[in-house]
């Protein structure tokens, strides 16, 4: 399959800016299209291969337009399981902002976890969430977005 074809789909509401600074140069040093999908609008820097989508307000409505635009082999790259398990089902791969690639061998896995946290966060018997995002996530997001577009060109 040509680089051309494939796409990079963006959850663009809570990407850290970090993370789209990489993905706007990866996807200009690789020529790929990048759809950044966000309830609000995003900049993006002026390009042919970088659009800002915006989406209406509501629960899941930009997840559902990248549901409903990915094609297989295309990368997503958000930080939310479900929508990684939706993604992973059309064939195509997630990329969370901390650099887990998610795909058809680990996606269960990584969904049981992620509800079995959501109960245990309901219950009142852990209160926070994950660590801050840091430059050691930043690099081992890079290396992965790397590793995808070698592996895929």
């Not at 993905?23 to 659009?51: D, G, T």
């Not at 559902?64 to 089902?89: C, G, K, Q, R, W």
């Not at 902002?97 to 959501?118: C, K």
Request: aromatic fraction near 6%; glycine fraction near 4%; hydrophobic fraction near 45%.
């Amino acid at each position: 399959m040509q680089a051309s074809r494939r796409k990079i789909w963006v959850d663009g509401d809570a990407c850290p800016k970090n993370v789209k600074e990489i993905l706007f140069r990866a996807a200009e040093r690789v020529r790929i299209e990048l759809f950044l999908v966000a309830n609000q609008f995003v900049s993006v820097p002026k390009s042919p291969l970088l659009r800002s989508v915006q989406v209406p307000s509501g629960i899941d409505v930009a997840d559902n337009y990248i549901v409903e635009h990915v094609s297989p082999n295309d990368l997503v790259v958000t930080a939310d399981i479900p929508l990684a398990a939706l993604i992973v089902h059309k064939h195509a791969l997630a990329l969370n902002p901390r650099g887990t690639l998610y795909d058809e061998e680990n996606i269960a896995a990584h969904l049981g976890r992620r509800n079995f946290m959501d109960q245990l966060r309901s219950t009142g018997t852990i209160t926070g969430g994950p660590d801050a995002f840091n430059k050691v996530d930043q690099q081992r997001f890079a290396n992965a977005l790397d590793r995808w577009l070698a592996r895929e060109s």
